[in-house]
């Protein structure tokens, strides 16, 4: 089975852009959910998708937003850019049943630049 | 709120030394424990989990055994090799039904021959 993919892997933006990033997971799997990766924050939730609804949401500003669609491909988008956005973004994704424990399966990230 | 907290790094080593990364954690009920590892460039790669008390998760030579008493997952190895080398994450799913990964900070592995 092919893993979960990302898209696209490197991204050059500055300030006050807006980006979106894509994230196909593994047949069959219907969980996506996303994760910002900075050296000082560490890995933070930013938002699940199941079934085209969003189930749960980190603190994260409304300028992060996600979306999820009938075939489970996921896109989250960021609007109007700041410095502090520049991150790995990474995709995760789960089983269909995914319950408590299930584990998550990630995709190898985004990694955007904001100038 | 939930938290993860694990041992500051870089831990360094000598191939076939014993390796043990401390975790412990902050959470409400019994959440799932798991350890991911991040090599250079990449995403991050389930290693081991427990989904209960005194389970024990393993895979590749590590183990993790999940201590209600003192909430605790630490990471052994009995021995480790070059190729060990990259940041380990312990993480919390809270018992929620949601998808919802929460991280400790990291430690960097260097194991040299």
């Known amino acids: 089975k092919a893993g979960v993919t990302q898209t696209p892997r490197y991204l050059i933006k500055t300030r006050g852009q807006q980006v979106t990033l894509s994230c196909s997971p593994i047949?069959?799997?219907?969980?996506v959910s996303w994760y910002q990766q900075t050296p000082g924050q560490g890995l933070q939730f930013l938002f699940e998708?199941?079934?085209?609804?969003?189930?749960n949401k980190g603190n994260f500003p409304g300028r992060f937003s996600g979306r999820q669609f009938s075939n489970s491909r996921s896109e989250m988008n960021v609007s109007t850019l700041e410095l502090g956005d520049s991150a790995l973004y990474l995709c995760?994704?789960?089983?269909?049943?995914?319950?408590?424990?299930?584990?998550?399966?990630f995709g190898p990230g985004t990694r955007l630049l904001v100038l | 709120g939930d938290s993860v907290t694990q041992m500051e790094g870089p831990v360094t080593l000598s191939e076939e030394a014993f390796l043990t990364i401390n975790c412990t954690y902050t959470?409400?009920?019994?959440?799932?424990l798991f350890w991911y590892v991040q090599y250079p460039g990449e995403g991050l790669q389930l290693l081991l989990k427990?989904?209960?008390?005194?389970d024990k998760g393993s895979n590749k030579g590590f183990e993790a055994t999940y201590r209600k008493e003192t909430t605790s997952f630490h990471l052994e190895k009995g021995s480790v090799q070059v190729s060990d080398s990259a940041v380990y994450f312990c993480?919390?799913?809270?018992?929620?039904?949601?998808?919802?990964?929460?991280f400790g900070t990291g430690t960097r592995l260097l194991v040299s021959p």
């Open positions: 995760a994704s789960s089983p269909p049943l995914a319950g408590p424990g299930e584990t998550q399966y």
């Open positions: 047949s069959g799997h219907r969980s």
């Open positions: 998708y199941f079934s085209e609804t969003q189930r």
């Open positions: 959470a409400t009920g019994y959440p799932s």
């Open positions: 427990a989904t209960k008390a005194d």
């Open positions: 993480a919390l799913s809270p018992n929620t039904g949601f998808q919802k990964l929460v």
